[in-house]
């Protein structure tokens, strides 16, 4: 591109020149000291959605998928301002972002209105977030790679927003997660908990397909996986579990991991999405339950 011209690259060689600047924009994304453009009012956000303006100018076949990356930047241009208490700074780029058309407004009047509230978390910015950004360029990117398997330096600049994202989540879990001792009980009674609910399945299924088989085999057979002394044991346990499950009301941090967890699973994949997100004594009916709450 130096030598030759960008105007002179073929389109593929093209598009490789502008992700590269495109994902160390989103790389850099929080940084609103960083700055990209002559103009040091540009924050690295705001510059990245010019970037990804000339993407789609290069291609037409991804239309929802870069519908959804161009307003999930603008929102979150919007929202860095905010987090960092820039409020003036946010009303001003919502002026630059949006233009006068119908399709436009009512992202617009919807962030006017998150600007003028001065909460950078409200439902609207945490449900497209950065960490939903960064996702979602990541599926744009994998998407490219496989055309361009070889291209080293698009790997490269992947890898560098990747390791952004897992700074920006490893943050989060330090704000809010107890010390190591209180998780590991955690994550064993999560896994004590998914182990009940399969093995109860496994054994209806069982029960379907062979009527005949000896009940107290199987039992047998769950108490070894479960490594406890008798189903009484299940049972108390299990109990004691709901006891604490009924008392306990669901705070900002779970309904994020949630959120999360639907976005890299989908909805319906609620034991996936338990195990990986370190909820408190929760259960994928209990996910579920809350989900559909989020929803309406």
């Not at 609103?32 to 100018?57: V, Y």
């Not at 952004?164 to 004590?192: C, H, P, S, Y």
Request: with cysteine.
């Amino acid at each position: 591109a130096l030598i030759n011209g960008l105007s002179k690259l073929p389109t593929h060689q093209k598009k490789t020149v502008y992700l590269c600047q495109l994902l160390i924009r989103i790389a850099k994304g929080k940084k609103l000291d960083c700055h990209f453009e002559n103009d040091k009012g540009i924050s690295p956000l705001e510059s990245a959605l010019s970037f990804w303006t000339l993407l789609e100018r290069e291609e037409i076949e991804l239309e929802k998928l870069h519908k959804d990356i161009r307003q999930l930047i603008q929102i979150q241009i919007v929202a860095v301002y905010m987090e960092n208490g820039y409020f003036k700074e946010a009303a001003e780029v919502l002026e630059r972002l949006f233009t006068d058309s119908e399709s436009d407004k009512p992202l617009r009047m919807k962030l006017a209105t998150v600007i003028k509230s001065r909460d950078p978390y409200v439902p609207l910015l945490q449900s497209f977030s950065y960490n939903v950004l960064i996702s979602k360029i990541k599926s744009y990117i994998e998407l490219f790679m496989k055309e361009n398997e070889t291209n080293f330096l698009l790997q490269a600049a992947t890898k560098e927003v990747e390791c952004q994202r897992l700074g920006a989540i490893e943050l989060q879990n330090k704000a809010v997660n107890a010390d190591e001792n209180d998780k590991e009980n955690l994550e064993t009674k999560q896994r004590f908990v998914l182990s009940i609910i399969l093995l109860k399945d496994m054994l209806g299924q069982m029960k379907n397909c062979c009527p005949n088989v000896d009940s107290s085999l199987v039992w047998m057979y769950i108490n070894c996986v479960l490594g406890l002394n008798g189903l009484q044991n299940v049972e108390k346990r299990e109990r004691a579990l709901a006891s604490v499950r009924k008392r306990q009301r669901w705070t900002y941090i779970e309904d994020l991991k949630l959120k999360l967890g639907v976005e890299e699973f989908g909805v319906g994949n609620w034991a996936k999405i338990l195990v990986h997100g370190d909820f408190n004594n929760r259960t994928s009916v209990m996910l579920k339950d809350r989900w559909r709450t989020l929803c309406k």
